[in-house]
């Protein structure tokens, strides 16, 4: 079989930049909590992947100290140092995404880039199309394989090699020169000084590539730069940058370029991976109520079965001894049961703190919640819900995670101030996209409360702009914008609603603000 007839038949092969999803996330959400940016990295990944109709996935990562770094000490030392927390979270994000099902591949010495353009020749060969899903522009190289595009996560659009030419002035296979003679601020590389994306260009269509270039400079009889042959080439300070920065440039070219021998076994593409569950029915029902501040009196333990007297012993005169009665059973430690107060419907589960995280690790592992980074974070807001007497999936269906905060649908804020005790009255008033009324009436007090939220106070809270936002993608595509240009009236209603629920009913909100006020899209 062909190749070209390989890659008709055999699957796509799509390898994912883990690397540059994480940090381009970390860097984006530097002033909130650190877990925003495993979030995000999940998401990424698994828009990456969309319908999965059968593709091969790898997740690629760094490991280790790059072999980069032994050839210039100062590769990528202008970058600022990440915080341990983010190195915490990136190995979380790598654990959850083994427990996923993903394969993660990672060499020591060698970064994300190499293993993926490891993988990519391999696949390559092996007749699969090859799917390059990251941010970085040094894997455009790679579209220099038959059958490969790239993912850009960074605009996520796709990219061939005839959009590189477009780009660059150059095809794929050109790059690894180009990037060696312009150099990359952003990894520290130098390059040339002075050779900027067109004389580059210009310099490499006429060269082929830098050795080609080096050769017909050290043509030039004696050295000049004024000769016809000289000018040939380019102009005399080029010629003179290029010979000074020959070995700078030499060592860009080595920085630049795509290892394609990191030691990956590749194969393992091949194998059938599941989502790993941690936790098993057993171990739920294995969590007894036994937490005070949760269970109360729920808990009874009933007092330990009394053993039977054993009878006297028979007398010779006895002709024949009745069979000896055996013992009752005796549980090695006291039984302990659950009474239930009440009609089931009625109860708030869960009814412990180990029930409470044995949910929360069966919930996670269900993949039903994926908003939430992590276990630990689906506990927290059950409990939050509890504290709200909110029974534990109800309180994740309302829940979101805003900027590191557990945020309420406006609805579940507007909803708690209704159903308040001393409420008479909520309700809606008017208003269109320039504004929103709500108006309350406590049976304590003898007028009502009405507040007024309008479009200048959400532009100057920072939630919106004064002209929303016109839709620019095309009817069967999705829009990107936000609710707050989608459905501007709705979210002025949400927003009055909560805060007059705020003001009227403290208790209601506890604290908390709504997943609208935080500028999030429910």
């Known amino acids: 079989m062909t190749v070209a007839a390989a890659q008709q038949s055999a699957p796509e092969v799509l390898l994912i930049d883990l690397s540059s999803l994480f940090w381009n996330a970390w860097h984006a959400t530097a002033a909130t909590a650190t877990s925003e940016a495993g979030k995000i990295a999940v998401d990424a990944v698994r828009r990456c992947v969309g319908d999965n109709d059968g593709k091969l996935v790898a997740i690629c990562c760094d490991s280790g100290k790059s072999f980069r770094k032994d050839l210039l000490p100062a590769y990528k030392a202008q970058r600022p140092e990440k915080d341990q927390s983010a190195y915490n979270e990136l190995g979380q994000l790598k654990k959850r ?70 780009k660059f002035g150059i095809e794929p296979d050109g790059l690894r020169d180009w990037l060696a003679l312009v150099g990359d601020a952003s990894d520290n590389i130098k390059g040339c000084p002075g050779v900027g994306p067109k004389t580059a260009t210009k310099l490499l269509l006429e060269n082929y590539d830098i050795d080609g270039l080096y050769r017909r400079i050290d043509a030039i009889p004696g050295g000049a730069t004024m000769t016809p042959e000289a000018r040939a080439v380019s102009t005399p300070a080029i010629l003179q940058a290029l010979k000074d920065n020959r070995e700078s440039v030499l060592l860009a070219r080595k920085l630049v370029e795509l290892r394609t021998d990191a030691p990956i076994e590749f194969d393992e593409i091949y194998e059938r991976r599941e989502p790993k569950t941690t936790t098993t029915a057993e171990d739920f029902m294995s ?197 707050w240009d989608k459905r501007r009236a709705e979210m002025l209603r949400k927003t009055a609603a909560v805060q007059l629920a705020r003001i009227a009913y403290p208790g209601a909100a506890m604290g908390l603000y709504s997943v609208e006020e935080l500028g999030g899209d429910a």
């Open 97 to 166: 995404l083994a427990d996923d099902g993903y394969l993660l591949w990672g060499v020591d010495g060698f970064e994300a880039d190499d293993v993926i353009a490891t993988a990519a020749t391999l696949a390559s060969k092996a007749g699969h199309p090859v799917r390059i899903a990251s941010a970085d522009k040094d894997l455009l190289q790679l579209l220099a394989l038959p059958n490969t595009t790239a993912l850009r996560t960074h605009n996520w659009s796709t990219v061939t090699a005839k959009e590189v030419v477009a």
């Open 287 to 483: 969590q007894g109520p036994i937490d005070a501040d949760f269970s109360d009196d729920r808990i009874s333990t009933p007092p330990t079965p009394t053993p039977e007297a054993p009878k006297a012993e028979p007398t010779k005169a006895d002709a024949a001894p009745p069979a000896p009665t055996p013992a009752p059973l005796q549980p090695s430690e006291p039984v302990t049961a659950l009474t239930v107060q009440g009609p089931f419907e009625m109860q708030l589960e869960p009814m412990s703190l180990p029930q409470a995280f044995m949910l929360g690790k069966a919930l996670y592992d269900s993949r039903l919640y994926t908003r939430f980074p992590n276990a630990q974070a689906i506990t927290a807001v059950m409990i939050r819900g509890r504290e709200m007497g909110v029974p534990a999936l109800t309180a994740l269906d309302c829940f979101h995670v805003i900027e590191g905060k557990p945020a309420p649908h406006a609805h579940f804020i507007a909803a708690r101030a209704e159903a308040h005790t001393d409420c008479e009255y909520f309700m809606f008033v008017g208003g269109d996209a320039t504004y929103a009324e709500y108006e309350t009436k406590r049976r304590s007090q003898p007028k009502p409360i009405r507040h007024r939220y309008t479009i200048d106070d959400a532009v100057a809270a920072g939630l919106c702009l004064k002209e929303a936002a016109v839709r620019m993608a095309p009817m069967d595509q999705k829009d990107h914008r936000g609710n």
